[in-house]
């Protein structure tokens, strides 16, 4: 018998595991989601929530074998397509991601990257 039965064993212990596993698995999953928009592990954290929130909650186990069954086709379908669909998804994935860093920066620090490199274009070029 592990740490973990031994705490499931009284009623206290179930609610506060239940308690504890919710209020980590959801802070896991809203800090992913955050960071979705951002390059980085965004997906990867939201999966990691769920995975601990899949410990304790049937519903969050039930939504993560949804996602990965969905992660997995979509993996399947893109590997059956030839090169060009490939390189066509790569790119407006990358230029999503670079329209949002932009974005977020400009927004939040108010550093336009744009403005930037077309007067450092100007300089170098004069």
Do not use: C, Y
């Not at 960071?35 to 592990?41: N, Y």
């Not at 954290?45 to 039930?62: D, K, M, N, S, Y």
């Not at 969905?70 to 669909?85: F, G, I």
């Not at 790119?91 to 927004?107: D, E, N, P, S």
């Amino acid at each position: 018998m592990g740490w973990v039965d031994s705490v499931r064993s009284t009623r206290t212990g179930r609610l506060t595991l239940r308690i504890v596993v919710g209020v980590l698995g959801t802070a896991l999953v809203v800090t992913g989601l955050v960071l979705v928009p951002l390059p980085g592990p965004g997906w990867l954290i939201v999966f990691a929530g769920l995975a601990v929130l899949a410990t304790e909650f049937e519903w969050a186990h039930r939504l993560l074998q949804f996602a990965k069954r969905t992660v997995s086709a979509w993996t399947d379908w893109l590997m059956r397509q030839n090169w060009l669909v490939r390189v066509l998804v790569a790119a407006v994935t990358l230029a999503f991601a670079a329209v949002l860093v932009w974005l977020m920066l400009k927004l939040s620090l108010g550093v336009d990257l744009l403005s930037m490199a077309q007067m450092f274009l100007t300089k170098a070029l004069a």
